[in-house]
């Protein structure tokens, strides 16, 4: 492990598992088994390296400067565990075996490794590298902007400080492995047990959509009564990308459903997303393929999915208005450099920079294009398709914004996850490329997730009263995507999933009459005489059982003291939707045409419903028409009171999205900066005392503008 003279040390690579070789190994591996029983670890896990006496550097506002604790290094993960302080409980527990918390970062979450002497240079750390000196301080740039920071005492004396440090290095090296190689791994196969053993859950009211049962409850909630749930991709022989279940008109029956596969790109046909109150239907697809060529009965199967029962059908095509993923992911990689602590960007120049990297303009117009389709769909009954070439990413964040505004359902805290399971988890949004969480391809990797995040929290900063989550839930969410031992975020789409998760899914039994039944669950005898239900292959657990990570009081700042529950959706009391695009909107849908392309804020009506008809879609594309009124202007009076501050309809958010009102999400993107630096969680009551207020003003302020 060290080789060089007394005071050089070169970091050497080794093969996984049980690390830091050498003459002394015996010793080595008393200390590790001590460590082991010191730290908690979970099944798979063991200690590699652990420094007691570490101080990690924080800034909160009460004066506190350093946290006493022991770093550990772990083959998963570097974690922190403070020492007992006279304010804690009597009995409360300093260790857990939960994976994640403040003080923990995953070793694949880990972005650049600093290491810090006063006498010489800071040294970034790679597995090539040598180290001639032992450091005093040690830096971890994470992947989700924080930035620990361990002091070790002695001044740089402390032989400990240099071995954890190395141990660091090698077992990030170690971890940067390949999707199939990572799940070969023991101790991912053997986090399984941890699962298991932990009785507490929060994820039980969230809809998984991994069953035929969930997406009929969810269609009964919606109220979609010419809706049907689709087992036509159950084996993943239509589409691969797509989730097992597709609501589909009722009248389309699977036979004249599957012509229509072939003609959209990745065979991802349109599909129902959500049902509006007032009778609209929100549908997402990918493109028309180039090279179809449709029958007569093609194109009625095509037609049936795309105007869904209704006279009219709006396209809005979401690349045209939307950033697209290279453009994301060249906007957050600026945003990261500039909210980094080692900016190089002067004060004064700070605010040009930050309007530089565009991150706040790409919100801003999703935030709007959202508010747009939001919009067309309150006016009037009415199919509207979403339509993005892969129909994997821009789709996804359209169509979940589009909800979170329309639907107060999804803005609680079970609806959200519900919602995010449906439109990103199983609709195939590619989590494993754009998150890149196992360092597997940087070409593909684009934050669109991370984005979608952004824009809610700017709603929740609009409208603080509407969500029942809260602004520290909406970071522990976004902390949770780079946490690689979950797989709701590890994989590019339902297939893959399963695949890896080798569930032994039960055969539903589909009966006309009675709807979508399940057998009895398998049940095994054990010793003892105990019946238990027998269990897969290995198996992740899912984001959503967050009492793996937090506290029951940690979960408890997810909750939103400031809920108000909205009591529906804008409508009139005949149940049509309340007319929100005025005349001039109204003018341009009352024309002889079923079609309707929507574009850059403005409806153009279409001569023909398919491009097939104008020949290739390739060469010719679809003929657009002279714009029609911009909804920008028409729905200004709604978005906006006399006095400028966004109004809220019954069950509508309608958020403004002028450039004041689109801030910076500062406790989660400059939480690095020594100045500001704050925790996800409130460490002490004056902190929470702050934030309430902060709160208080923010719903004072909504009323007073």
Same mark, same amino acid.
């Given at each position: ?87 804690? !409980? ?23 490794? @600093?290491? @810090? ?36 005492? *002695? ?5 400990? !400080? ?8 090698? !077992? ?59 087992? @036509?991709?159950?084996?993943? *022989? ?63 199967? @095509?037609?049936?999915?795309?105007? !869904? ?32 602590? *080692? ?110 995040? *952004? ?251």
């Amino acid at each position: 492990m060290l080789s060089g003279s007394k005071n050089s040390f070169k970091i050497q690579q080794h093969e996984p598992g049980p690390a830091l070789r050498g003459p002394k190994s015996s010793a080595m591996n008393s200390r590790r088994n001590k460590n082991c029983q010191a730290f908690p670890c979970i099944p798979g896990e063991h200690v590699l390296e652990a420094a007691a006496h570490v101080r990690k550097i924080v800034r909160s506002r009460d004066g506190k400067g350093s946290i006493l604790g022991t770093l550990y290094c772990t083959n998963l993960r570097v974690a922190f565990v403070p020492e007992p302080t006279p304010g804690d !409980a009597v009995g409360a527990p300093r260790c857990s075996t939960r994976l994640h918390s403040e003080h923990d970062v995953a070793l694949l979450c880990i972005r650049r490794l @600093v290491a @810090v002497n006063s006498f010489t240079k800071a040294k970034v750390l790679t597995a090539s590298s040598t180290l001639k000196f032992i450091p005093e301080e040690l830096i971890l740039y994470c992947r989700d902007f924080r930035v620990l920071r361990f002091r070790f005492h *002695d001044s740089g004396l402390e032989p400990r !400080a240099c071995q954890v440090t190395l141990a660091i290095v090698q !077992a990030q090296g170690s971890s940067s492995v390949s999707a199939g190689m990572w799940y070969d791994t023991g101790a991912i196969r053997n986090l399984e047990n941890a699962w298991l053993s932990t009785e507490e859950s929060s994820s039980s009211s969230t809809l998984l959509f991994e069953r035929p049962c969930d997406w009929e409850k969810e269609l009964r909630r919606l109220g979609a009564a010419g809706w049907r749930v689709s087992p @036509v991709n159950e084996r993943f *022989d239509m589409a691969t990308s797509l989730p097992k279940y597709l609501w589909v008109p009722s009248r389309l029956l699977d036979n004249e459903l599957k012509r229509a596969f072939g003609h959209f790109n990745a065979r991802r046909i349109p599909r129902l997303c959500w049902h509006h109150p007032g009778g609209s239907d929100l549908l997402r697809a990918a493109g028309f393929h180039a090279d179809s060529d449709p029958e007569k009965e093609d194109v009625r199967s @095509v037609e049936a999915l795309m105007l !869904a029962g209704h006279a009219q059908c709006v396209i809005v095509e979401t690349a045209v208005d939307l950033p697209s993923p290279a453009e994301i992911q060249l906007s957050y990689l600026k945003l990261r450099a500039l909210c980094l602590p *080692d900016s190089s960007v002067a004060d004064e120049k700070w605010l040009s920079a930050l309007e530089g990297t565009r991150w706040l303009e790409h919100v801003r117009a999703c935030v709007r294009k959202a508010c747009e389709v939001a919009v067309l769909l309150a006016e009037r009954s009415r199919s509207i398709m979403l339509q993005e070439s892969d129909d994997r990413d821009l789709n996804c964040l359209l169509a979940s914004l589009i909800q979170v505004l329309s639907d107060p359902h999804t803005r609680t805290q079970s609806g959200f996850q519900s919602l995010l399971q449906k439109e990103w988890v199983v609709a195939g949004h590619p989590f494993l490329q754009r998150l890149n969480l196992l360092r597997d391809n940087d070409r593909e990797e684009s934050p669109v997730f991370l984005l979608f995040l *952004d824009c809610v929290w700017q709603l929740l900063q609009q409208f603080p009263a509407s969500f029942e989550f809260t602004e520290t839930y909406l970071l522990a969410l976004h902390d949770s995507s780079y946490i690689p031992f979950f797989s709701t975020f590890l994989f590019n789409c339902q297939w893959e999933r399963d695949r890896r998760n080798q569930h032994r899914a039960s055969n539903q039994i589909y009966a006309p009459v009675n709807g979508w039944r399940e057998p009895p669950p398998l049940e095994i005898l054990q010793k003892g005489g105990r019946l238990v239900k027998e269990k897969g292959g290995p198996y992740l657990p899912t984001i959503w059982d967050w009492a793996l990570r937090y506290t029951t009081q940690q979960r408890s700042q997810f909750r939103n003291p400031a809920y108000a529950r909205s009591r529906g959706s804008t409508t009139v009391p005949n149940g049509k939707s309340a007319p929100l695009g005025g005349d001039k909107l109204e003018a341009a849908l009352s024309g002889s045409g079923t079609m309707y392309l929507f574009a850059k804020g403005a409806l153009s009506p279409q001569t023909h419903l398919f491009p097939w008809k104008n020949g290739s879609l390739s060469k010719k594309g679809w003929w657009r028409a002279q714009s029609s009124e911009s909804l920008s202007e028409q729905d200004r009076s709604l978005r906006s009171s006399p006095s400028g501050c966004p109004l809220q309809p019954e069950g509508l958010l309608l958020p403004a999205s002028v450039g004041p009102l689109i801030r910076l999400w500062r406790r989660c993107y400059l939480r690095g900066s020594q100045e500001v630096q704050r925790g996800l969680f409130a460490s002490t009551l004056g902190e929470l005392a702050e934030e309430l207020d902060l709160l208080r003003g923010r719903l004072t302020g909504e009323g007073t503008c």
